[in-house]
């Protein structure tokens, strides 16, 4: 079956996506679905984005052959390594692609949530470089939980807003950022982290971080003489890094998807972020999707090991390919995502986020032939895990 990654007019992928927002942004979300297309199209736009992204986050990030994995796990293994762009991780190639369109659309100031603070930090990072004005929404057991994150933004010069409502998390935060865009829709952009929210969301999001398969079709022509893999491999949350490895392949029925969310301490435990495997149709932040909720609507608190992974929702184009079987979803629990990332440290000499350890975990669950090609997306950098993985692994 062929899936397209290209939504309807109202922005649907099947069943899932559209737009479900308070009266009052309607005009703000129409003339983002308006103008999104052709700002990003424009030579102007490219041209600035493009620059950006080689000149100050480094792109194009490589794409390693990791030949001591391809030997433990009978394939030729390529690492896309979005580990080694500024700040960090994947997410700076979407914030700088939404701040250059808010600037194109007059927009004075900047919103954003946050959870674990690696998309605050993206986006302080993109407002200081442009001088704009920016608030962080952040849940108050996140700002308590994520404290070096938090000084970093302040630093950036962003005010980190503490959200006190509900558990304190994403959620939370997201919430408190729409009520401020409902009170500041004509000079406020909210810069949204991952393929969700409303419509155009999740596609523009997609389309700022499809450079990275952009890339390795360029990069996998160059190693391997043709342009494709027989596997494509990423974590997800929301689903941005795993849209931009993806994009440039929806439709090659040559390329296999396989997905990897967080299945905490396991789906059936109560204690996960597995949303395509335990969610249910519902409306969140602005989206039709899969969501983790109670059987009369109200959204179950996720849990995982990794901050950047625990949220309650996935992106509509996610829950779509899912549906349709054109990506094979696995939920991977917190010690094989711990385990995979030490054995990456120790095969590779590469700590990986543990986000990005969910990717690599889902290789021992593989049956590759061994001139398989496999790309899987090293979306982030550990630093901010070590932590975790020094209590975690004595
Ligand atoms: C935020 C984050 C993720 C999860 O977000 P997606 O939108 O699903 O990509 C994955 N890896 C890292 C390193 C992150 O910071």
């Not at 896309?80 to 250059?100: C, F, M, S």
Request: proline share 4%; glycine share 10%.
């Amino acid at each position: 079956m062929i899936a397209s990654h290209n939504i309807n007019t109202n922005g649907f992928y099947g069943e899932f996506g559209g737009a479900y927002i308070p009266e009052i942004l309607y005009k703000t979300v129409e003339d983002l679905k308006n103008q999104y297309l052709d700002i990003i199209e424009s030579e102007s736009f490219q041209r600035e984005y493009h620059q950006l992204l080689r000149d100050y986050v480094g792109r194009p990030s490589p794409l390693y052959f990791a030949r001591r994995m391809s030997e433990r796990y009978c394939c030729r293994l390529y690492l896309k390594r979005e580990d080694l762009n500024h700040t960090g991780a994947h997410k700076i190639n979407n914030a700088i692609g939404q701040i250059l369109l808010a600037q194109r659309m007059g927009k004075k100031r900047i919103i954003a949530e946050t959870g674990a603070g690696q998309h605050g930090v993206a986006t302080a990072t993109v407002c200081a470089l442009m001088n704009m004005p920016c608030r962080v929404y952040m849940g108050a057991t996140d700002v308590a939980r994520q404290h070096v994150n938090v000084e970093r933004m302040k630093m950036l010069g962003a005010e980190v807003f503490p959200v006190e409502s509900g558990n304190k998390t994403l959620k939370d935060a997201t919430n408190e950022a729409i009520r401020d865009w409902c009170c500041h829709p004509a000079d406020t952009f909210y810069i949204i982290g991952s393929t969700v929210g409303p419509h155009p969301y999740p596609d523009m999001v997609a389309r700022l971080q499809s450079v990275i398969s952009k890339e390795i079709k360029l990069q996998l022509m160059e190693h391997e003489g043709r342009d494709y893999p027989d596997y494509l491999m990423a974590c997800v949350g929301g689903g941005s890094n795993a849209a931009g490895t993806i994009y440039h392949y929806l439709d090659d029925e040559r390329v296999s998807i396989v997905l990897g969310e967080a299945g905490g301490h396991g789906i059936d435990s109560g204690e996960t972020a597995a949303t395509i495997h335990c969610g249910t149709l519902g409306i969140i932040h602005g989206a039709r999707t899969l969501v983790m909720q109670t059987e009369d609507g109200q959204i179950t608190e996720p849990y995982s090991i990794s901050a950047g992974l625990d949220y309650p929702g996935i992106g509509p184009l996610h829950a779509y390919l899912a549906r349709c079987g054109r990506a094979t979803v696995m939920a991977i629990n917190d010690d094989e995502a711990l385990a995979a990332a030490y054995e990456l440290t120790r095969l590779e000499g590469i700590i990986p986020a543990l986000e990005s350890a969910h990717a690599l975990a889902m290789l021992p669950k593989m049956q590759f032939r061994p001139e398989d090609v496999v790309v899987l997306t090293v979306s982030g950098r550990g630093d901010k895990d070590l932590g975790t993985y020094l209590r975690e692994m004595k």
